[in-house]
């Protein structure tokens, strides 16, 4: 099949998903008022595949010799995890680092599988399903698909461990068959769930090596359309009736949707499955695979749009007035860039210091993206608090867009020109300043930085054990003996 053009995609999500978003079923995702204009942002980037502009940026000549993402590519130097970030800035430039999950994320997630298919024929079910997990990565990379993951179990009680739930509602199998295996429950957060293909059922983080965990402990695909799967919506955060486009063009464009996925008796047949009833495989999985590398590698190439994105904007708001002639305004705008170097730095040097997997493949340095991450969602937010602080009150007091060509426009374009700018570039600077500063949207995206890829509170503590520590305390205990020698020579 190929490409996908973004028509084809948009086609594809006419397949009688079941999307419930504010208490109703949404007939069709793509004509949606709430929905429609974040599946037209992901129709355009599949449309920038077929650009002669990023063609060869963004794809490469698949084993079939038709043309496949980039992200589906194995990178086995770091020249090639160079050109795979490459691509996948420009997608993130494309959405100013605000839409997390570009389908390059999960290609690359299921390329990263493929890549050590190996690891999931030693399963203690017995079961061999590397076959498998190649051919969904061929399937992937020939259909150019889009997909969501979701790996973690419901809230009901943390303090216990999943198979010990009061209400046991967390996806589960039910019952096996010669054919496949069913599972009732639910999982969550499927990010872009409602503008997907498919749905990877990922190893939900740390499952107790315990055999009642069991019926929790797997992996598998399943099409979004498949019978009994039900995709529940966070409400959106796409503002209705809006004077104009303009004063929420992040919004409109970007809510790239949240929900919980409800399974209900749904079928997985053997051949979509990667883990089953394996608890200690689940947990192994991340690590075996180096997929937490791989996913972070895309999520910090977003992150660096997205840090050049805000800077770009605190910068540009303060020149409008000219505020950045104040010493504390520069160093706040001072802040942000080296915010970019920084995320700019770590993110060169997880390639260079790229370990082989030994399956052919190399990794980026997890320390090194881990590190990154960990400290993005505090940038993040103080990304967002500058501008805020910037724009101060000019944010509440810039009015619609709309107003430039209503009643009072000759009002409002010579009361709204500063010194440096125009009403009309003023205002469209304000309001998308405002909409990535202090709306709905830019509070789930606060939330998102934190919580996109887990607990940063565990995270920091796996951060703290894995950390090859030996290196630094060494260095300590040969200066607490040179230290010691010395004392003993200055005494003696
Ligand atoms: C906007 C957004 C998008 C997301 N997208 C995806 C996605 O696409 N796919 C996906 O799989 N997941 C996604 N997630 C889910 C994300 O992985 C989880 O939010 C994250 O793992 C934390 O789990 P939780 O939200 O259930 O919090 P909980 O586990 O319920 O934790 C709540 C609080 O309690 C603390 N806590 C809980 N348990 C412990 C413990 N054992 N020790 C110490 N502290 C604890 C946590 O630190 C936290 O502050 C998304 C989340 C958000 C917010």
Redesign the pocket.
Known sequence: MGLRTGRQYLDSLRDGRQVYLEGHRVDDVTADPRLGLTAQTVAELYDMQHDAKWRDTLTLPGPDGERMPMACMQPRTIEDLARRRAAMKVWADATCGLF??TPDFMNLGIATLAAASHVFDQSASGRNFAANVQAYYEKVCREDLTM????????VD??KQVFQQTRDIALKIVKETDAGFYVNGM???????QFANEIVV?PS?VVANDDKAGDYAFAFVTPVAAEGVKIISRPSVVPQNPGHFLDHPLSIQYDEG?AVIVFENVFVPWERTFIFRDPAMCNAIYKQTFLAEHYSHQTMTRALAKAEFMAGLACKMAAATKVDSFPNVQAQLAELLIFVETQKALLMQSEQLAMPTGFGTVAPSKMTLHAAQLHFYDRYAKMIDAVRTIGAGNLIGVPSYAELSGEIGPLVSEYMATATMEADERIQLTRLAADASFSAFSG?QA??E?????????KVCSYYFEYPKDELTGRIDRLLESLGEKARRLSS
Do not use: E, K
């Not at 969501?148 to 179990?153: A, D, G, K, L, S």
């Not at 934190?450 to 565990?458: A, E, F, K, N």
């Open positions: 997390g999950r969501t993951h979701i790996q973690v179990n419901p809230a943390r303090s999982r969550l957060v499927g990010t872009l769930a990922m983080v949240d789930r939330l998102y934190r919580y996109y890829q887990g607990d940063p509170v565990r």
